[in-house]
Structure formats: C-alpha cells, structure tokens
Nanobody, 127 residues
Framework: QVQLVESGGGLVQTGGSLTLSCTAS????????MGWFRQPPGKEREFVAA????????DLIDSVKGRFTISRNNVKNTVYLQMNNLKPEDTAVYYC????????????????????WGQGTQVTVSS
C-alpha cells in the first residue's frame, strides 16, 4: 500500500520557520516529481511547490519564492518544504503529493497530474 506521511506542521508566529517532511512508503518515488499543495481555510487547494525526479528543476508559486525551499532525498524517499518568514496567509493544510509521470523534466502545477496524496498537516501562522 502506497502511503505519503507528512510531518512538521504546527503553530508559529509571523516571521517564524517550519520544515515539513513527507516520507513515502509502499514504493519508490525516485522517478517521479514530488510536491506540496495547500488548502487555506474556506478556499480551494492550491499548488505551492514541486521538485522533479532528479532535483534539477523546481517550481514555486510567486507568493512563496524567496521564503520557501523544496528539496528531496531519493534514498530516504522523502521530500521537504523549508518555510521561512511565514505569514498569516500561509495558514493552511499542507498536502504532500507525487506525480504519476515517469522522469518528467519539469514539475506540473496541475493537481490532477498527481496520483498519490498524503493526509495533510496543519500549518497555522499567528499574527
């Protein structure tokens, strides 16, 4: 059974930092893009960041560029999201996900191209 398990969420003050981790089990995702989406309260899920299979390409939404960093460790089957200078608008449930395509050069921002999803971890940024 394939599982993606997120950890590292929590409550932090504005300007603080958190690092989210997502470890996969059940199969290797070393040949797939992995990424993070988030769903703020009362809003739709949105793409945040993704890294392609060999870490040669990353994509982040403009609102987090310069503050968030995505990385992966294929030996550990884990993807990370380092979040610095957090803002209240970053408050959301963050979901880890893995693309279904094999060795794509560039990550996708489309949720329907991601086949496996974690349960989510809450990130709350207080003002």
């Amino acid at each position: 059974q394939v599982q993606l398990v997120e950890s590292g969420g929590g409550l932090v003050q504005t300007g603080g930092s958190l690092t989210l981790s997502c470890t996969a089990s059940g199969r290797s995702f070393r040949d797939n893009t992995m990424g993070w989406f988030r769903q703020p309260p009362g809003k739709e899920r949105e793409f945040v960041a993704a890294v392609n299979w060999n870490s040669h390409a990353t994509d982040l939404i403009d609102s987090v560029k310069g503050r968030f960093t995505i990385s992966r460790n294929n030996v550990k089957n884990t993807v990370y999201l380092q979040m610095n200078n957090l803002k209240p608008e970053d408050t959301a449930v963050y979901y880890c996900t893995a693309e279904s395509y094999y060795r794509r050069t560039y990550p996708s921002r489309l949720g329907n191209e991601y086949a496996d999803w974690g349960q989510g971890t809450q990130v709350t940024v207080s003002s």
